[in-house]
């Protein structure tokens, strides 16, 4: 956030929103009239909230261009920014470009990466929920009790239920169990994720939403969870607290072949302000 927003005069990126719900603080910037942001220490493994998906999609953009900070590194590479536009149907790029390094996962990806086991079986399967296990969850604080149950989901609660703790408070990776198997931390619980699924009426030209999957936050839509259903569709520029990204990269198999892995997805958390 702080490569898009800090910039020289007259040199803002377009369709740019800053989260709504994430503990990075304000800080001073290095251009006037801009923004700048960090993360509070003990406060960056936090989830971040209400990104919307053409915001995804520019920082897929700035991850393919290798975080560079000049224009162009926002504006093309995964997606094309010049695509978008629209307030009640859309023209967006509708998937990544050929070549893409990385992107906003298709819907079969994110659920393959959340739900697909090599092992399950003897020959493969996927689990019914996004935890490995064929088990619905058990939403609400880590390290709690439900009905003498360990909890393993970060989802369907609030303070109100749990009088002491906040769902907006649990860091990544809480709930040692909350695995996919191949090692994904929270595909259950904190925020659903943008794909790049699209809804499409009969009869229109473009389109009207983009699907997001997994169970968000304090919601109580459990069933966000199950391999069989997804979280639904919104407008691309809709940016409530419930919405992140789980982003998805090509990374090398064995030998000189390049692969797009689903397994590489990566949560999306306070990478625009964190040094890695």
């Known amino acids: 956030m702080n490569a898009a927003f800090d910039r020289p005069a007259g040199d803002a990126i377009p369709f740019l929103g800053s989260p709504t719900s994430w503990t990075a603080e304000r800080i001073t910037p290095q251009n006037g009239g801009t923004r700048r942001w960090a993360a509070p220490a003990g406060g960056e493994m936090n989830v971040v909230g209400g990104v919307n998906w053409r915001t995804s999609a520019i920082y897929c953009n700035w991850l393919h261009n290798g975080k560079g900070t000049s224009r162009a590194a926002f504006m093309n590479g995964a997606y094309d920014v010049s695509t978008f536009g629209g307030n009640v149907t859309y023209t967006d790029q509708v998937t990544r470009?050929?070549?893409?390094?990385?992107?906003?996962?298709?819907?079969?990806?994110?659920?393959?990466?959340?739900?697909?086991?090599?092992?399950?079986?003897?020959?493969?399967?996927?689990?019914?929920?996004?935890?490995?296990?064929?088990?619905?969850?058990?939403?609400?604080?880590?390290?709690?009790?439900?009905?003498?149950?360990?909890?393993?989901?970060?989802?369907?609660?609030?303070?109100?239920?749990?009088?002491?703790?906040?769902?907006?408070?649990?860091?990544l990776n809480a709930y040692p169990t909350a695995l996919s198997p191949w090692g994904l931390v929270d595909t259950a619980g904190a925020t659903t994720e943008w794909t790049e699924e699209v809804l499409h009426i009969p009869g229109e030209q473009f389109f009207r939403e983009r699907f997001h999957e997994g169970s968000p936050w304090n919601r109580a839509v459990f069933f966000d969870d199950h391999v069989n259903t997804t979280g639904g569709g919104i407008f691309p520029t809709f940016d409530g607290y419930t919405q992140g990204l789980r982003v998805a990269a090509a990374v090398p198999l064995p030998g000189t072949m390049l692969g797009f892995v689903a397994a590489a997805l990566l949560r999306y958390r306070l990478a625009f302000v964190r040094r890695r």
């Open 97 to 171: 470009s050929p070549g893409a390094q990385y992107w906003i996962p298709s819907i079969d990806e994110w659920i393959k990466a959340a739900h697909w086991d090599p092992n399950k079986n003897g020959s493969g399967d996927y689990w019914l929920w996004a935890n490995s296990s064929d088990t619905l969850p058990v939403y609400g604080p880590p390290s709690v009790l439900v009905n003498g149950q360990p909890t393993t989901a970060n989802a369907g609660w609030n303070g109100s239920i749990f009088p002491g703790y906040n769902p907006f408070d649990i860091p």
